[in-house]
C-alpha cells in the first residue's frame, strides 16, 4: 500500500517537474489581485475570456459569473482534474487538457489572460496574429512587443 502511495506521488511530481520544463510552473495569481481587477474592468455578459495555461482554474471561476463563458486551456492533467471538480457548479466554464500553443482561439474570445515570463511569447504572437477586439490581461510580466500597455493591481492591461 506504502510503495502505491510513493508511486501515485511520484507520477504527480513528474507531471509538475514536466510542465516547467515546458516554460511555466504552476503559481496561482493572487484572488485578491483577481477579484479586484474583475471589479474594475467593464465586464459584459457578452465577454469571452480564454486563460492560456488555466492552473487550478481560479481565474476562470472569478471571471466566470460576470462574463459569457470562460474557458482554460492546460496542460496538467491533475491540474485540469482539480479545477474541473472545483469549477463544476459554473456551467459557462470550460477546461481542456490541452498544450495551448496548438489551440485556436475561439472566435469569439474578447480576453485573454496569461500569467508567465517572456518564454511563450513566440508562441502568443503567433496566436494572436491578426487578431482585434482583444483584451490581454498579463499578470507580473509586462509583453515588450505590445503598446499601449496599463498596468491595474500588478496585471498589464493591452488592447489590440
Ligand atoms: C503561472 S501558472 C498560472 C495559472 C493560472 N492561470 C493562474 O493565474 O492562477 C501557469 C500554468 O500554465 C500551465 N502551462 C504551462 N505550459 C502550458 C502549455 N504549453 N499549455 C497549457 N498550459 C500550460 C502550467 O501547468 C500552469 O498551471
Redesign the pocket.
Given at each position: 500500500m506504502e510503495q502505491i502511495l510513493w508511486v501515485i506521488l511520484a507520477v504527480i511530481a513528474v507531471v509538475?517537474i514536466a510542465?516547467v520544463l515546458?516554460?511555466?510552473?504552476?503559481?496561482?495569481?493572487h484572488y485578491k489581485q483577481?477579484k479586484k481587477l474583475v471589479k474594475w474592468l467593464d465586464l459584459t455578459n457578452q465577454d469571452v475570456l480564454v486563460?492560456?495555461?488555466?492552473?487550478?482554474?481560479?481565474?476562470l471561476r472569478v471571471f466566470g459569473p460576470q462574463i459569457k463563458q470562460a474557458i482554460?486551456?492546460?496542460?496538467?492533467p491533475f491540474?485540469v482534474l482539480w479545477s474541473k471538480i472545483s469549477c463544476h457548479k459554473y456551467h459557462n466554464i470550460k477546461i481542456k487538457l490541452?498544450?495551448?500553443?496548438l489551440q485556436k482561439l475561439p472566435a469569439e474570445t474578447t480576453i485573454i489572460?496569461?500569467?508567465?515570463a517572456n518564454s511563450?511569447n513566440r508562441?502568443l504572437q503567433k496566436i494572436l496574429k491578426n487578431r482585434t477586439n482583444l483584451t490581454i490581461i498579463s499578470?507580473g510580466f509586462k509583453l515588450d512587443w505590445l503598446e499601449n500597455g496599463q498596468t491595474k493591481y500588478g496585471f498589464w492591461i493591452y488592447k489590440i
Open positions: 509538475f510542465t515546458f516554460g511555466a510552473p504552476f503559481v496561482p495569481t483577481l486563460d492560456l495555461g488555466s492552473g487550478d482554474g481560479r481565474v482554460g486551456y492546460e496542460i496538467n491540474l490541452a498544450d495551448f500553443r489572460y496569461l500569467f508567465y511563450f508562441s499578470y
